[in-house]
C-alpha cells in the first residue's frame, strides 16, 4: 500500500469507514478527529493509510493529516501500546495538545486518555518526550500553552476534570467566530449545566 487512499467515501460509522478506489471497497479504521472532519458519504476523500500484518490479521487505519499518522505510529512504539490505544489516544486529544501534555509531563491528563493508566502514561512522557516536537511539524511548542482561542478553551476544561472528547465537543459547539478563550470556556460550561 502507497500510503495514501483516494477515493468516494462509502459509508462510515465509527470506528470503521469504506472508501471507494475504482470499484474496490478498502475497510479502514480511523480515529475519532478524523471522523470529525471527514465529507458526507459520497463525497471524495483522501486519507493517509497505514497498513498493518499480524500472524492472523490484516488491519488498515486511515487519517485525514499524516501528524495524525505520524502519531499513530509513534504512540506504538511505547512498550504495551498496540492499536487500539494510539487510536483512543488520536480520539480523545489533538496532536498539538498530546505533544504539549507530553512535554509538560502531564500524566493525569494523559489518564484521562480512555485505555491509558498511570504507568502507560509515565511511559509515554518518558519515552515521547524527545520526539514530541516531531508530532506537530517540528520545533519547541513553547510555553505549553495552546495557540488559538479553542485549543486554550480545551485544555482548559481538561484541567476542570472533563474528559478529552468531551472537552473538544463542548468547545465546538461553544465557540463563535473570534471568541476569546474566555468567551468558549464560559459558554461550554453553562451548557453544561443545562
Known amino acids: 500500500m502507497i500510503g495514501r487512499l483516494k477515493g468516494t467515501l462509502v459509508h462510515k460509522q465509527p470506528p470503521w469507514l469504506v472508501v471507494d478506489v475504482h470499484g474496490v471497497g478498502y475497510e479502514l479504521e480511523a480515529p475519532m478527529s478524523t471522523f470529525y472532519d471527514l465529507p458526507d458519504v459520497g463525497r471524495e476523500v483522501a486519507l493517509f493509510t497505514h497498513y498493518a500484518q ?3 490479521s490484516v488491519s488498515l487505519y486511515g487519517f485525514l493529516r499524516e501528524s495524525e499518522r505520524r502519531l499513530f505510529r509513534d504512540v506504538q512504539k511505547v512498550t504495551g501500546i498496540g492499536a487500539k490505544i494510539a487510536l483512543a489516544v488520536l480520539s480523545g486529544v ?3 495538545d498530546f505533544a504539549r501534555l507530553v512535554q509538560t509531563s502531564d500524566v493525569t491528563a494523559l489518564t ?3 485505555g ?3 504507568k502507560t502514561a509515565e511511559r509515554m512522557v518518558v519515552e515521547l518526550r524527545d ?3 516531531d508530532f506537530v511539524g517540528g520545533g519547541p511548542i513553547g510555553s505549553g500553552m495552546p495557540g488559538d482561542p479553542q485549543s486554550e478553551a480545551i485544555s482548559a476544561l481538561q484541567q476542570l476534570g472533563y474528559k478529552p472528547a468531551e472537552a473538544l465537543r463542548m468547545a ?3 465557540a463563535g467566530d473570534g471568541d476569546d ?12 449545566l443545562r
Open 172 to 174: 465546538r459547539e461553544a
Open 116 to 118: 491509558i493508566g498511570k
Open 94 to 96: 489533538s496532536v498539538d
Open 54 to 56: 499480524k500472524e492472523d
Open 131 to 133: 520526539r514530541a516536537a
Open 112 to 114: 484521562r486518555i480512555p
Open 181 to 192: 478563550a474566555a468567551t468558549i470556556i464560559r459558554r461550554a460550561l453553562k451548557s453544561a
